[in-house]
Every structure is written in structure tokens, then in C-alpha cells.
């Protein structure tokens, strides 16, 4: 079973930088596609990056240009790198692995951009 577990969340003034991480515990060769998503409390969960297997990148349009989404596959990882973060940006970042039997999930990290 694939584990997922996120890290480099924190408190981040507006306009700062912060990189998340998400390691993968398994042999990735079954995952097709790495996500991230986030959840501000009372939204609803959201789609803000995603890198397919290939390599091939998308972005939220919240994010687009702000955020970019690697992959290490030596390490086994996912990060994101966020930038010029905004009070908006706030939230659980989730990190997800889709495989073509099961989606699986990490246990999120708190980002907070506030001044």
C-alpha cells in the first residue's frame, strides 16, 4: 500500500516562500499522476497542482505562475514550491497518488500566510 506523508508547512508572511514536500513510500511505478490539493476551513477540497508520470504539469489558475510542482524520483518525492504567497492561499495541502485501482492521501500540512 502506497504511504504519503507531507512536510514544509508553516506560518509565512505575505509575499513569502514556502516549499512543501511529499514523500511517497512505495515503488512509484503504478502511480500515474501526483496531486496537490488544499482545503481552507469551510471550502471545500481543491485541485492546485498536478504532475503526470511524464512529467507533464497543470495548475490551479489561483496558483499559475506562483506555484510549481517537481518531481524526484531518486528521492521518491513530490514538492511544491510556492511563492509570492497571498492570506488566500491559507489552508490543509494535501499531497495525492493516483494509481488506476486507488487514489491515496497524505495526512496534509498546515500553510498560513499572515502578517
Known amino acids: 500500500q502506497v504511504q504519503l506523508a507531507e512536510s514544509g508547512g508553516g506560518l509565512v508572511q505575505p509575499g513569502g516562500s514556502l516549499r512543501l514536500s511529499c514523500t511517497v513510500s512505495?515503488?512509484?511505478?503504478?502511480?500515474?499522476?501526483m496531486d496537490w490539493y488544499r482545503q481552507a476551513p469551510g471550502n471545500q477540497r481543491e485541485l492546485v497542482a498536478t504532475?503526470?508520470?511524464?512529467?507533464?504539469?497543470s495548475y490551479a489558475d489561483p496558483v499559475e505562475g506562483r506555484f510549481t510542482i517537481s518531481r524526484d524520483n531518486a528521492k521518491n518525492s513530490v514538492d511544491l514550491q510556492m511563492s509570492s504567497l497571498k492570506p488566500e492561499d491559507t489552508a490543509v495541502y494535501y499531497c495525492?497518488?493516483?494509481?488506476?485501482?486507488?487514489?491515496?492521501w497524505g495526512q496534509g500540512t498546515q500553510v498560513t500566510v499572515s502578517s
Open positions: 495525492c497518488a493516483r494509481t488506476v485501482i486507488l487514489d491515496y
Open positions: 512505495e515503488n512509484t511505478l503504478n502511480i500515474y499522476a
Open positions: 504532475i503526470t508520470s511524464g512529467g507533464d504539469t
